[in-house]
């Protein structure tokens, strides 16, 4: 089963600062997250950028598409993967790693992420979790790299979440806390894979999530869930 802290901090700390940049990470730092969970994607000249919308313009307000957008034009707020993974090692920060794939490049983004961890991921730090959505980047990933732990995400929990689990050699399933219910969370564990749920704010509400059997909580605000959780 994976090793994953109680608590990751989504796209940094986003509820204190810009999601997926810098000063989110050291914010989630200061914080007291161990890990962040962030979101990667290509420019147009295939550089792995943090970036979750396919456009830049609700984090940036520049209106253009990330695929369409050469590294060298990117905003200063918007760091690539490797100036992400730099800061992660100064910080001490672990990472889960969506891929979060333009249309048409799963496989492209997948392979481009795995080559990027496996030439600048440190040692010292644990290794990365990589997650997605995106069923055929998580099969890209697992081929090209099968030593990184891989995690599905659902957004919802159906009768078939086991057999797209396994499809994609994932030991974890990633899933929208407020849909979860107990059953479901207590079939996920008893199969044997980490169960870990977003976007979570709420003290009270990681709480009841960890008491069905949820291993780790994704949130904005990981002070918040820390102190609920201690």
């Given at each position: 089963m994976l090793q994953l802290?109680?608590?990751?901090?989504?796209?940094?700390?986003?509820?204190?600062?810009p999601e997926n940049t810098?000063?989110?990470?050291?914010e989630a730092r200061r914080?007291?997250?161990?890990?962040?969970?962030?979101?990667?994607?290509?420019?147009?000249?295939?550089?792995?950028?943090?970036?979750?919308?396919?456009?830049?313009?609700?984090?940036?307000?520049?209106?253009?598409?990330?695929?369409?957008?050469?590294?060298?034009?990117?905003?200063?707020?918007?760091?690539?993967?490797?100036?992400?993974?730099?800061?992660?090692?100064?910080?001490?920060?672990?990472?889960?790693?969506?891929?979060?794939?333009?249309?048409?490049?799963?496989?492209?983004?997948?392979?481009?992420?795995?080559?990027?961890?496996?030439?600048?991921?440190?040692?010292?730090?644990?290794?990365?979790?990589?997650?997605?959505?995106?069923?055929?980047?998580?099969?890209?990933?697992?081929?090209?790299?099968?030593?990184?732990?891989?995690?599905?995400?659902?957004?919802?929990?159906?009768?078939?979440?086991?057999?797209?689990?396994?499809?994609?050699?994932?030991?974890?399933?990633?899933?929208?806390?407020?849909?979860?219910?107990?059953?479901?969370?207590?079939?996920?564990?008893?199969?044997?894979?980490?169960?870990?749920?977003?976007?979570?704010?709420?003290?009270?509400?990681?709480?009841?999530?960890?008491?069905?059997?949820?291993?780790?909580?994704?949130?904005?605000?990981?002070?918040?869930?820390?102190?609920?959780?201690?």
């Open positions: 802290p109680k608590v990751i901090g989504h796209r940094g700390a986003a509820a204190y600062a810098l000063d989110s990470f050291r914080r007291g997250a161990a890990w962040v969970e962030i979101d990667v994607k290509l420019t147009a000249d295939s550089v792995p950028i943090v970036m979750h919308d396919s456009s830049l313009k609700r984090t940036t307000g520049i209106d253009r598409l990330a695929a369409e957008i050469r590294a060298a034009d990117l905003p200063k707020d918007v760091p690539t993967f490797e100036q992400a993974i730099a800061c992660f090692q100064e910080l001490g920060l672990g990472c889960n790693v969506e891929i979060k794939p333009c249309e048409g490049r799963e496989t492209e983004t997948a392979r481009v992420t795995v080559e990027t961890l496996r030439r600048c991921w440190p040692a010292q730090l644990p290794p990365p979790l990589l997650s997605s959505f995106a069923e055929g980047s998580l099969a890209a990933a697992r081929q090209a790299a099968p030593e990184f732990d891989r995690a599905l995400l659902l957004g919802e929990i159906r009768d078939d979440w086991q057999a797209r689990t396994e499809a994609v050699g994932a030991k974890g399933v990633n899933t929208n806390g407020q849909k979860l219910t107990a059953p479901r969370a207590v079939e996920i564990r008893k199969a044997g894979f980490t169960l870990s749920v977003y976007t979570i704010n709420d003290g009270d509400v990681a709480r009841a999530l960890v008491a069905m059997g949820v291993d780790c909580v994704i949130t904005d605000a990981p002070d918040v869930i820390l102190k609920a959780l201690a």
